[in-house]
């Protein structure tokens, strides 16, 4: 299938440390998203793109749609302990069929107090 | 509101042995998901449903059927389950392809 190239694989950062991760392709989206995903349990949608530029916050959480529409990012901003967790970036492909999402394959964050 | 029902939460199962994972949902959604997850491979599409009635294979299909009888209920069965399909198991719904999904908390299978 399409791949997302995510990065950091992992991230070992201090507590109030500011997180940057992005998603990149070599395919055009029509949407990005970005899901976090705590121990033992599903994704939770954090923020949804639809419009290449776009610039949206969520709390201390914002996440931009590449110009290109090959990438995206999230930021982070004073990390505290309870963003521990996985990071996917998920993207809904340019004339994708309907199976929907293509994922990237999570940032690892962990926290250190 | 439940929201994406999965059942069971875990499952050890012997090789060779057969078994459903039911996932069921209660916004009306019209697509639903099923997906493994591994470590290192992020979450793999295996099969998902447009529409009641609907079926349709994703990445890594092999081994897998569906079936979605129901519009609210989209099952997973395995009908030989082997060591390479021990995972965990996510369903997910959604009221249109663009739209965010709702995972289920997942199911834990391991089979020995």
């Known amino acids: 299938g399409q791949q997302l190239n995510q990065s950091p694989q992992s991230m070992f950062i201090q507590e109030g440390e500011d997180v940057s991760m992005n998603c990149t392709s070599s395919?055009?989206?029509?949407?990005w998203l970005w899901y976090k995903q705590d121990p033992g349990e599903g994704p939770v949608l954090l923020i949804a793109?639809?419009?290449?530029?776009e610039l949206t916050s969520n709390g201390r959480l914002t996440a931009q749609f590449g110009i290109t529409r090959k990438d995206s990012f999230l930021n982070i901003s004073a990390s505290i302990p309870s963003d521990v967790g996985i990071y996917f970036c998920?993207?809904?492909?340019?004339?994708?069929?309907?199976?929907?999402?293509?994922f990237g394959k999570g940032t690892h964050l962990i926290i250190q107090p | 509101n439940a929201g994406v029902t999965q059942t069971p939460k875990f499952r050890v199962l012997k090789t060779g042995q057969s078994m459903t994972l039911l996932c069921a949902q209660d916004m009306n959604h019209e697509y639903m998901y099923w997906y493994r997850q591994d470590p290192g491979m992020g979450l793999r599409l295996i099969h998902y449903s447009v529409g009641e009635g609907t079926t349709a294979k994703g990445e890594v299909p092999d081994g897998y059927n569906v079936s979605r009888l129901k519009k609210q209920n989209f099952l997973l069965g395995l009908e030989s389950a082997a060591p390479s399909q021990t995972s965990v198991y996510f369903c997910a719904s959604s009221y249109w392809q663009t739209y965010g999904y709702t995972f289920g908390s997942g199911t834990r299978l391991t089979v020995v």
């Open positions: 395919s055009i989206f029509n949407t």
């Open positions: 793109l639809y419009k290449a530029g």
């Open positions: 998920a993207g809904l492909l340019s004339g994708g069929g309907a199976d929907g999402l293509t």
